[in-house]
C-alpha cells in the first residue's frame, strides 16, 4: 500500500461544474496536508494546506480533512479551463519528509 | 533572487556519465528540499537540508547521489555513474521555515532540471 494514494484520472469535469479531488494516506500520526497544483512542464504550487478535521475554504477551493478516515479531499467550485492540471496531495511524514501522491489529472471542458 | 532557480534546466547525460545539478534558494531561506520526478509520478523525497546541514538523505536512491549546501545557500545534487533509471525531473525547493514544520509556510519550488540518460 502506498503511503499516499489518488486516483491518477483524467478526471472529466464540464466548466462551471465542482470537481472533487479525494486522497487517502496511510500514516496515522500525519498531521499536515497539502494539495499542490502542477501543470505540464511546469513545477508545484502550493494551493491549500489544512491540519485540523473539517473543511478550510479559500477562494473557489475548499480542502476537506477526516483524520478519522485518513482522508483528505480538494474541492474546485465553478471549474474553470484554466484549473486543467494535475493535483498532488502531500502529507508530512516525521519532521522533513513530505510524502507525495501521483497526482490526479483534470480537465475541465469548456 | 526572485525565486529557486535551478540550472541547467535540461541535461542529457551518458550512461555511466557524472552530472550536478544546481540549486539557487530564494534568498534567506533556511530549508532546502531535492525530490525526484519521475514521469506520471509525484516529487519523491531525496534529502533536506537546514541551512549547511544535511538533517535527512533518508530518499537518495543510491550512493551514487550525493547533496550539499555548503554555504547554507546555493546546493548541487551531484549523481555519479549515471544510470538510465536516473531519468527524471529533478526539483528542489525552499522555504523560509527551519524545523518541524518546515513546510507549515509555504515551499516555493524551482523549475526542475529534467535529466535524460541515453
Known amino acids: 500500500q502506498k503511503e499516499v494514494e489518488q486516483n491518477s484520472g483524467p478526471l472529466s469535469v464540464p466548466e462551471g461544474a465542482i470537481a472533487s479531488l479525494n486522497c487517502t494516506y496511510s500514516?496515522?500520526?500525519?498531521?499536515?496536508f497539502f494539495w499542490y497544483r502542477q501543470y505540464s512542464g511546469k513545477s508545484p504550487e502550493l494551493i491549500m494546506s489544512?491540519?485540523?478535521?473539517g473543511d478550510k475554504e479559500d477562494g473557489r477551493f475548499t480542502a476537506q480533512l477526516n483524520k478519522a478516515s485518513q482522508y483528505v479531499s480538494l474541492l474546485i467550485r465553478d471549474s474553470q479551463p484554466s484549473d486543467s492540471a494535475t493535483y498532488l496531495c502531500a502529507v508530512k511524514s516525521g519532521t522533513y519528509k513530505y510524502i507525495f501522491g501521483t497526482g490526479t489529472r483534470l480537465k475541465v471542458l469548456a | 533572487g526572485a525565486g529557486v532557480s535551478q540550472s541547467p534546466r535540461y541535461k542529457v547525460a551518458k550512461r555511466g556519465q557524472d552530472v550536478a545539478l544546481r540549486c539557487d534558494p530564494i534568498s534567506g531561506h533556511v530549508s532546502l528540499f531535492w525530490y525526484q520526478q519521475a514521469l506520471g509520478q509525484g516529487p519523491e523525497f531525496l534529502t533536506y537540508?537546514?541551512?549547511?546541514?544535511?538533517?535527512?538523505k533518508s530518499g537518495l536512491p543510491s550512493d551514487r547521489f550525493f547533496a550539499e549546501r555548503p554555504e547554507g545557500s546555493v546546493s548541487t545534487l551531484k549523481i555519479q555513474r549515471t544510470q538510465q533509471e536516473d531519468s527524471a525531473v529533478y526539483l528542489c525547493a525552499s522555504s523560509l521555515v527551519a524545523g518541524q514544520g518546515a513546510w507549515d509556510t509555504e515551499a516555493f519550488f524551482g523549475q526542475g532540471t529534467r535529466l535524460t540518460v541515453v
Open positions: 537540508f537546514q541551512n549547511e546541514a544535511q538533517l535527512d
Open positions: 489544512i491540519y485540523s478535521n
Open positions: 500514516d496515522r500520526v500525519s498531521q499536515s
